[in-house]
């Protein structure tokens, strides 16, 4: 059974509750487990509190800042494709930007940031987990009772594809304990992991081999999908939008001058801060904040009965005209001119990373990425919409076009 909240301060009850009590639903680690398995997104208690405490501080901004290098290198190649394609186009070039970017930017960013410079490798096990990807959005029994035990094709694929990444990351991993690679973020994982206690310490349900693979899954997937199609909606926006295409564009430049970003000019970019922020919060990465009650909870004076799904829409609290005015449903950047606790009556109903105790340990990372990606191309490129353009946005795990994003780029002059 599941209930869904829309009552403002109870969403804002929710969210500043710091008990682990409201924990994620079982399906997470059961029927999405070839995807999540045991990882930080899925599991619940002690065990989800050990694996934070490793992972977390790998997403801090001091070690996200040393990730910026590798998202430029992978979005700059990116870029210089496109420069080709509308050269040897006449000087314009209709660009279908969301499959670029989830069929490699975003792929080779997160390749890139867990595998540094043996990140074809990571290319290679982030392939096979596109294939596995689909094939467990597409089972199509969730929540049946053993319905992920039925010798059936496509379960058949899910085992030998979990099967094969499975060996393949762990072959990474042993590779490693026998050289010296530079600090990516597998490596460092694995450090974090070694250093917070041998593999004895670990809860009985998590080996060593499994919070490592898990994991290694799980961020590629929250990483590579969301990232991917906010940038996405952002670009649309922009091109929609181009007064704030021009006013962003005309940041970036001042910024970087003729240099690649970096990490401090990144922080400096306040209003690319602003319209990736109020993209995400008309485009939400994920579409609902899901909660289960591991115990009998109250919020307020509802009572949540133990095994009940908790169910937050975000799209509806982060455009509700009573809280974000009258044009709640209007693209308005300047809405953040002093930030999140500026933007809103209720800036708690701004949720696009989640909310309480178990927010996205990566948000840092994800901000970085966008932050990169869009100043690249913002840099380069002008663009508009193609007139075949139609907006039906499609509501699944993550809110996304519909239809695609086709985009008319020309070099900026």
């Known amino acids: 059974m599941v209930v869904k909240f829309r009552n403002i301060e109870l969403v804002k009850e929710i969210s500043l509750c710091t008990s682990l009590s409201p924990g994620k639903p079982s399906y997470l680690s059961k029927d999405r487990g070839p995807l999540l398995g045991q990882s930080i997104f899925s599991i619940n208690g002690l065990s989800w509190s050990h694996q934070r405490k490793i992972i977390a501080p790998e997403f801090y901004t001091d070690k996200v800042k040393s990730m910026a ?19 040897g186009d006449g000087g314009m070039a209709g660009i279908n930007i969301d499959l670029e970017l989830r069929s490699s930017l975003s792929a080779d ?46 379960n058949w694929e899910i085992w030998k594809l979990e099967k094969e990444i499975n060996s393949m990351i762990l072959k990474v991993v042993k590779e490693r304990a026998a050289a010296n690679y530079e600090k990516d973020l597998l ?34 997937f929250a990483s590579h999908e969301t990232t991917a199609i906010t940038a996405s909606w952002c670009l649309m926006l922009l091109a929609a939008n181009q007064e704030w295409q021009a006013r962003a564009r005309a940041e970036v430049l001042e910024i970087c001058k003729n240099n690649l970003p970096d990490a401090d000019m990144l922080r400096n970019m306040k209003t690319l801060t602003m319209v990736i922020q109020e993209t995400m919060r008309l485009y939400p990465p ?9 115990q009998d909870l109250k919020f307020k004076d509802i009572t949540i009965p133990k095994g009940l799904n908790i169910q937050i829409p ?6 509700n005209p009573d809280q974000w005015r ?26 696009p990373f989640r909310i309480g105790a178990r927010i996205c340990a990566g948000q840092h990372f994800a901000m970085a990425e966008l932050k990169v990606i869009v ?5 380069k490129f002008s663009f508009s919409l193609s007139p075949a353009y139609h907006h039906p946005p499609r509501f699944g795990l993550v809110v996304q076009p519909g239809n695609g994003v086709c985009l008319h780029n020309r070099r900026v002059s």
Not at 69 to 87: G, K, Q, Y
Not at 314 to 319: H, V
Not at 375 to 379: N, V
């Open 109 to 154: 960013n997160i390749s890139r940031a867990c595998f540094g410079s043996n990140y074809t490798k990571g290319e290679e096990i982030f392939s096979k987990l596109r294939t596995l990807q689909c094939d467990v959005m597409s089972r199509g029994f969730i929540g049946i009772p053993g319905s992920r035990y039925i010798p059936t094709k496509n």
């Open 375 to 379: 100043s690249l191309i913002l840099s």
């Open 69 to 87: 290098s590798l998202m430029v290198d992978s979005t700059t190649t990116m870029v210089r494709s496109w420069e080709s394609r509308i050269e």
């Open 326 to 351: 009258p044009d709640a449903h209007q693209f308005n950047p300047k809405r953040f001119a002093k930030g999140i606790l500026g933007s809103s009556t209720s800036p708690s109903d701004y949720m």
């Open 286 to 294: 994920v579409v609902f904040v899901i909660r289960r009650a591991l």
């Open 187 to 220: 490596q460092m994982i694995l450090e974090g992991a070694k250093s917070y206690g041998d593999q004895e310490s670990f809860p009985s349900d998590v080996s060593l081999d499994r919070f490592i693979v898990d994991n290694c899954k799980a961020i590629y």
């Open 314 to 319: 975000i799209p509806i609290a982060q455009q």
